[in-house]
Nanobody, 119 residues
Framework: VQLQACGGGLVQPGGSLRLSCAASGSIVSINEMRWFRQAPGKERVLVAAISRGSTTYVDSVQGRFTISRDNAKNAMYLQMNSLKPEDTAVYYC???????????????WGQGTQVTVSS
């Protein structure tokens, strides 16, 4: 089981990007899915999370970012609007994935995707 993130890039302040994260392998179910980010010289922090019934956001992205998921595709997305230079970071997807009735990978990480907001 693995997670693959993509969609990062260079964007001007005020612009938009859409990140995607897809889970692959033998999957029974996916519980909570999350986006984290890590800016240069800083710790990795939670940006947004989505369970089957609810979403949560860190205050700094509330109203600008939208997390969503497509359960049929085992995928998660992060629509990022009104981007600011302080959103520059490597973005990582993370999820709790069950691949057998007896095993759940809690906090499985995908590789990061770089988001750079600069004029």
């Amino acid at each position: 089981v693995q997670l693959q993130a993509c969609g990062g890039g260079l964007v001007q302040p005020g612009g938009s990007l859409r990140l995607s994260c897809a889970a692959s392998g033998s999957i029974v179910s996916i519980n909570e899915m999350r986006w984290f980010r890590q800016a240069p010289g800083k710790e990795r922090v939670l940006v947004a999370a989505i369970s089957r019934g609810s979403t949560t956001y860190v205050d700094s992205v509330q109203g600008r970012f939208t997390i969503s998921r497509d359960n049929a595709k085992n995928a998660m997305y992060l629509q990022m609007n009104s981007l600011k230079p302080e959103d520059t970071a490597v973005y990582y997807c993370n999820a709790d994935i069950q691949d057998t009735p007896q095993r759940i990978y809690r906090g499985l990480w995908g590789q990061g995707t770089q988001v750079t907001v600069s004029s």
